[in-house]
T-cell receptor, first 111, second 114 residues
Framework: KAGVTQTPRYLIKTRGQQVTLSCSPI?????VSWYQQTPGQGLQFLFE???????NKGNFPGRFSGRQFSNSRSEMNVSTLELGDSALYLC??????????FGSGTRLTVV | AQSVTQLGSHVSVSEGALVLLRCNYS??????LFWYVQYPNQGLQLLLK??????LVKGINGFEAEFKKSETSFHLTKPSAHMSDAAEYFC????????????FGQGTTLQVKP
């Protein structure tokens, strides 16, 4: 059974650019959540998608957005990148409450 | 607001010694509690979870945790530390409702000395 796949694993972008990260959940999982991990702020919830609808959103600026496709794959987009957006971005897929499987993450570096 | 607090950002033990990582949650947090482990440059791996069944939860790699409602705690233990246990550990709680939101503690880095 394939796990959660995040691509790319590493990314370097310049301030002001935009970036799109991808997450393929475990087959059959309809919920995908995104988290930002930084040394200073720890793990913070970005948003969650379920059946192509955003079901919950964390306290991040509107530059952070996401979407989910009919096959449950999800993408998150960050526009107008800032140095502070450098982080490990993790996604988790879930089949329901109490079951979250994380991907290996995308390491984004903004220079 | 719901919160999860991990006491001690760094814990150091000798190989073979008891591992105890502390986690407290706010009383309004629903009963789903988790411990995850993260190795460098990797994602989070689930060690164990509490879902209001048994209060003593056994996980992978010899870890276990006990849910104590009176103390609002969910501490993680392992009787004998291995060098391979060196990693960062996160306690987390499921947010209210079916929203797919986990609330994480700040993490505890476990160092295992030979």
């Amino acid at each position: 059974k394939a796990g959660v796949t995040q691509t790319p694993r590493y990314l370097i972008k310049t301030r002001g650019q935009q970036v799109t990260l991808s997450c393929s959940p475990i087959s059959g999982h309809r919920s995908v959540s995104w988290y930002q991990q930084t040394p200073g702020q720890g793990l913070q919830f970005l948003f969650e998608y379920f059946s192509e609808t955003q079901r919950n959103k964390g306290n991040f600026p509107g530059r952070f957005s996401g979407r989910q496709f009919s096959n449950s794959r999800s993408e998150m987009n960050v526009s107008t990148l800032e140095l502070g957006d450098s982080a490990l971005y993790l996604c988790a897929s879930s089949a329901g409450q109490g079951s979250y499987t994380f991907g290996s993450g995308t390491r984004l570096t903004v220079v | 607001a719901q919160s999860v607090t991990q006491l001690g950002s760094h814990v150091s033990v000798s190989e073979g010694a008891l591992v105890l990582l502390r986690c407290n949650y706010s009383s309004s947090v629903p009963p789903y509690l988790f411990w995850y482990v993260q190795y460098p440059n990797q994602g989070l791996q689930l060690l164990l979870k509490y879902t209001s069944a048994a209060t003593l939860v056994k996980g992978i790699n010899g870890f276990e945790a006990e849910f104590k409602k009176s103390e609002t705690s969910f501490h993680l233990t392992k009787p004998s530390a291995h060098m391979s246990d060196a990693a960062e550990y996160f306690c987390a709680a499921h947010g209210s409702g079916n929203t797919g939101k986990l609330i994480f503690g700040q993490g505890t880095t476990l160092q295992v000395k030979p």
